[in-house]
């Protein structure tokens, strides 16, 4: 697994998972997938992430294409700069594949099996049909484990 994580930003990649969605037909709109409210707690789960380990987290959701994890980490290298302290977390519906990949700085401060119990706890929520809710608490749980940037942890 790859992962990491910025501060100041976060990137959501629905946009290119609702083009790819489709090969044949137009285009669907955000709005179409999501509702406001799921879009805002999507948002407001990356920032919180973001800012509370100082890591990059990054989510796609859309196929993924047969080779799941080859283009999982093609998506964490193209994900911004420093893919080093970056966490991509990409959930292909359609396919049941979640994916999370982690930068070199990320991984250290995010196990593999830390990253598996995520997936457990998103996988889980996704089986009950609650796709948003999945992603929050993996989120929330990715976070957790990674703490806080190491000048600002405590003494």
């Known amino acids: 697994m790859t992962r990491a994580l910025e501060t100041e930003s976060h990137d959501t990649a629905t946009s290119q998972t609702a083009s790819s969605r489709t090969e044949e037909g137009e285009r669907a709109r955000l709005d179409e997938i999501f509702t406001f409210q799921e879009l805002a707690r999507l948002d407001e789960a990356l920032t919180m992430s973001s800012r509370e380990t100082g890591l990059r987290f990054t989510l796609y959701i859309g196929d993924l294409g047969k080779r799941t994890r080859v283009q999982a980490?093609?998506?964490?290298?193209?994900?911004?700069?420093?893919?080093?302290?970056?966490?991509?977390?990409?959930?292909?519906?359609?396919?049941?594949?979640?994916?999370v990949v982690t930068g070199a700085g990320a991984g250290r401060r995010l196990p593999d099996?830390?990253?598996?119990?995520?997936?457990?706890?998103?996988?889980t929520s996704f089986a009950a049909g609650d796709l948003v809710g999945g992603i929050v608490n993996g989120l929330r749980q990715l976070s957790d484990q990674a703490g806080h940037p190491a000048a600002k942890r405590p003494h």
């Open 113 to 123: 099996r830390a990253c598996a119990l995520a997936v457990l706890s998103m996988t």
């Open 73 to 99: 980490e093609e998506l964490h290298s193209r994900s911004g700069p420093n893919p080093s302290d970056s966490v991509l977390i990409a959930v292909s519906p359609g396919q049941k594949v979640v994916e």
